[in-house]
RNA sequence: GCGGGUGUGGCGGAAUGGUAGACGCCGGGGACUUAAAAUCCCCUGAGCUUUGCUCGUGCGGGUUCGAGUCCCGCCACCCGCACCA
């Protein structure tokens, strides 16, 4: 303990070695402590940890530590979601294999974030490309099928033409591949589904009772599901045939002035004999498919010679083919409610269409005109016959009642959810485990024969699924009637591997997927945390899968994350060029930009380069900072003090050289204070003994509530007060404190001094215990207000009653004269915070 | 266009309706040193007629003794999107 300088170099390694070899992080599922399982979105492999994983793993591993240090068993484990198609695509740019190349990535990373220094269970470690994983995995896809939540059907797919592969809806972004980019081509296909649409209602409903998911993921989920309720009727045409239309408004059907129809729906269709009919049509495929260009697109329509009936007035309704409507949802058919609806109002006002008046704020103002736009609002039904006077939801069942009581419509549940397409033509997955025989069909393959694995001789010379073109692979015997049949070539979507992962790391029986007992013991994730991109997709998928398996009776858990949170990402200021001859920004490297002065210049010419916004740290705009580089020359400790501070851990955290520097500097400071440790020390200092109390339950407070940035910001305030105290038994006190406060942030640095004090590991060591009688000051600093304007303040013992904080305010010289001797109407006095004077 | 989020010093950000700017970074001044690094101390929202006062949390209103915080109406930026009727 006495050299002047820590040396993360020596002793990062050191301590992580400590504590891999006494097991200080492996969880027992047999401790007798209570549980808590903390997990971050396992990594995909892709070559290199970067500083979003940093940070993500850094939250975790903060809340992991301390909660081991709160008495708990903690579960906190690593892997690794290893399949997926950068392997393959590596395979095809450098000849290699995807499962080698995936090996060395894992290797790679795991060696990283070891050098981080993180609390994980590496004993439960593994990837998803194991056999050992997705044997077991398609052990649960049989099961879904014996419970008739798989199926196979032709469809139609979103055909990615660059990686040869079906993608869900889900990703499909503006029409293109999510990862290719590429514009996305229909094809029909024969495909594996899972009913995700069963559990559509429960998904829903289990939100409701997420008080720990951000708001805004609950509700981006909700949007996804998308639960629309409504009534469903038809129109009876003047050409004797009927029009089905869906509305989540029937209150509103007195003030339907048109109907409207989709371009390509069938009764468009039969009129396109017609050349301008005809040209209509093909007018409205034109123009982007993106929702944004739609909905700001002007309003098209062509009125056809149809009408349609009304079924209370009995009004003839012009019937349109308009650009506004999609077959794809309801049933490509909407009555016009131009009033009340600001696509139907546009519309209306464009072609001169009665607009009226059928939902007001009061009876009173039922003729009361639109100010130029639709009004969505709820109100008071008028000029609707038999519906006046109800509110929008009462008009809303009546209009049901009556439909369904005369039989020409009925109240219909319309949701925007559809089940999930698994099916890949990929290699690099896991095997859909069925065999197609010419005889029985599709047969599934008998348990004991999994897992199916992939075969290792393949290449990736040509597009497509190597599977499909392997000499032997697919050539199997039917597992029922013995006659030669063909495997399934698919894979599964690599979002089928993360949907229930978490369950294997709680526990990983040889022979099963997962043991319900140890499952129940650690089971839900207690936090769970990771990127916003995840919000929909993966997360709905693991609490259907999470639904699934509760519905066959495999486990007893009704969502899989109790509580999530949602990091924000860590960014960097761009530096740039402009290429003159193609005049596209070229982008250069933080390193390369010397950033020391006020403006930023390209080291290798001294002359300046454009400094753009700071945005997420991406490969293409080179803004990257690698973690080995930092590490390295600050220490793992600085690293992830910079992760924890400043910026609240929901935002974005701008990555600064300053401020790394700043953090590494703060661990050599508080290296110099423990060291002044002196266990002797006699006598007290009420004040910071007050003070580290304090700081013990706020930091607590703060970790529990993932405030990390106030938590840091604390825990300086009492470094502060603690060097600038005189020694004493307080102060020793406080810096035996702030060594717990600090080991889950800064682990090496606190495990060493630790040592020093002559004490085990400290992430073995208990959470201080608080003092309540010292979280309250005995003096406090009392504001004094004229009109609300501070104009003093004066310190009084804690607890003065009001008549005393009054005399006290009065008597300051700087009230006095504010007051300027007005009558005083009102003094209004807040016991131990302010006393304010109203003249 | 719709849905969600954010907006506070030069920067990241604190602040149960009660002293706005905690804490960190940057910057300035000083101490120590032959010098530098490191470290330590002080200052650091703007303005003014500077014992103190005025203004100040995107903009405009409102409620209140008192508003960054609550209400109404705007603006800007970011994220998401499916014209779901």
């Not at 506004?324 to 949802?329: D, K």
């Not at 936090?527 to 066959?552: D, K, N, P, S, V």
């Not at 002359?607 to 793992?636: E, F, L, W, Y």
């Not at 400790?637 to 700043?662: K, Q």
Request: glycine share 8%; with cysteine.
């Amino acid at each position: 303990m006495t050299d002047t300088r820590f040396d993360p170099a020596v002793a990062d390694e050191r301590w992580q070695r400590a504590w891999a070899e006494a097991g200080t992080f492996t969880a027992d599922s047999d401790s007798e402590k209570p549980k808590s399982y903390i997990l971050e979105m396992f990594p995909y492999p892709s070559g290199r940890i970067h500083m979003g994983h940093v940070r993500n793993y850094t939250m975790g591993d903060v809340l992991a530590r301390y909660q081991r240090m709160q008495g708990f068993e903690v579960l906190h484990p690593m892997g690794w979601d290893a399949f997926g198609m950068p392997a393959e695509n590596a395979a095809m740019e450098k000849g290699v294999h995807p499962g080698g190349w995936t090996r060395q990535n894992i290797a790679q990373m795991k060696a990283q974030l070891q050098r981080i220094g993180f609390a994980l269970d590496w004993t439960r470690e593994f990837a998803t490309c194991d056999p050992e994983y997705y044997g077991h995995e398609q052990a649960l896809f049989l099961d879904m099928f014996a419970a008739g939540l798989v199926y196979r059907k032709e469809s139609t797919v979103n055909w990615d033409p660059v990686d040869m592969t079906v993608l869900a809806n889900e990703q499909v972004i503006d029409g293109k591949g999510w990862r290719s980019g590429a514009e996305v081509e229909k094809r029909k296909l024969n495909q594996w589904f899972l009913k995700i649409t069963d559990f559509a209602d429960d998904l829903l409903d289990g939100l409701g009772k997420l008080e720990d998911w951000p708001e805004k993921v609950r509700l981006m989920q909700e949007n996804w599901i998308g639960k629309s309720q409504g009534l469903e009727f038809s129109f009876d045409l003047s050409d004797g045939g009927k029009l089905p239309v869906y509305t989540t408004r029937p209150d509103t059907i007195f003030g339907a002035s048109f109907c409207a129809i989709a371009a390509d729906h069938p009764i468009a269709q039969s009129l396109a004999g017609d050349p301008d009919v005809a040209a209509f049509i093909e007018a409205c495929k034109r123009g982007g498919t993106k929702a944004a260009e739609v909905e700001t697109a002007e309003k098209l329509g062509y009125q056809t010679s149809i009408t349609a009936k009304h079924p209370f007035s009995g009004a003839d309704l012009p019937v349109f083919i308009a650009n506004f409507v999609l077959m794809e949802y309801g049933t490509g058919a909407v009555m016009g409610v131009p009033g009340h609806d600001q696509r139907d109002f546009e519309f209306a006002t464009k072609y001169g269409l009665p607009i009226t008046r059928v939902v007001a704020s009061d009876p009173a103002r039922a003729d009361e005109p639109f100010k130029g736009e639709a009004e969505a609002g709820d109100g008071v039904i008028v000029s609707s016959g038999f519906l006046d006077g109800m509110s929008v939801e009462d008009a809303k069942q009546a209009v049901i009642t009556r439909a369904e009581a005369g039989g020409w419509g009925e109240g219909r549940t319309v949701w925007r959810l559809r089940d999930w397409g698994v099916s890949r033509q990929r290699y690099w997955g896991t095997p859909i485990p069925f065999i197609h025989c010419d005889a029985c069909g599709v047969v599934p393959v008998p348990k004991d024969q999994l897992p199916v694995t992939l075969p290792e001789d393949v290449g990736f010379d040509i597009p497509g699924n190597p599977l499909e073109r392997h000499p032997t692979w697919k050539h199997v015997d039917c597992p029922q009637c013995g006659k030669p049949a063909r495997r399934e070539t698919d894979t599964l979507d690599t979002f089928t591997n993360s949907s229930w992962y978490f369950l294997r790391f709680a526990s990983q029986p040889e022979d099963r997927p997962f043991d319900p007992e140890e499952v129940a013991k650690w089971m839900p994730v207690q936090h769970y945390i990771g990127g916003i991109e995840h919000a929909i997709l993966h997360l709905l998928y693991a609490r259907f899968w999470t639904r699934a398996l509760a519905h066959m009776g495999q486990i007893e858990v009704a969502e899989p994350f109790a509580a999530l949170f949602t990091q924000g990402m860590v960014t960097h200021e761009t530096y740039s060029r402009t290429d003159p001859a193609r005049g596209a920004p070229v982008f250069f490297a933080p390193e390369e930009v010397d950033r020391t002065s006020d403006r930023a210049t390209l080291l290798a010419d001294a002359a300046p380069v454009d400094v753009g916004r700071v945005i997420k740290m991406s490969k293409s705009k080179k803004n990257v900072v690698d973690p080995d580089a930092i590490i390295a020359r600050h220490g793992a400790d600085a690293v992830r003090w910079f992760m924890l501070s400043d910026s609240p851990p929901e935002r974005d955290l701008p990555w600064s050289d300053a401020g790394i520097e700043g953090c590494a500097r703060f661990v050599q400071r508080l290296w110099r204070l423990f060291s002044a440790y002196d266990p002797a020390a006699t006598g007290e200092d009420k004040s910071l003994e007050r003070k580290t109390h304090q700081t013990i339950a706020a930091v607590a407070a703060d970790i529990e509530a993932l405030g990390f940035n106030k938590a840091v910001a604390r825990i300086y305030e009492l470094t502060g007060a603690t060097e600038k105290a005189a020694p004493s038994a307080s102060r020793s006190a406080a810096i035996r404190a702030l060594v717990h406060l600090a080991a889950p942030m800064m682990p090496h640095l606190a495990e060493e001094v630790w040592a020093g004090m002559g004490e085990g590991l400290i992430a073995d060591a208990p959470w201080p215990t608080v003092d309540p009688a010292l979280l309250v000051d005995d003096e406090v600093t009392i504001a004094i207000q004229h009109m609300g304007k501070l104009r003093d303040t004066v310190t009084a013992p804690k607890g003065a009653s009001k008549d005393a904080l009054e005399a006290l305010a009065l008597a300051s010289a700087n009230l006095q004269r504010s007051v300027d001797g007005a009558a005083i109407r009102k003094v209004i006095v807040v016991p131990d915070r302010l006393v304010n004077i109203v003249t």
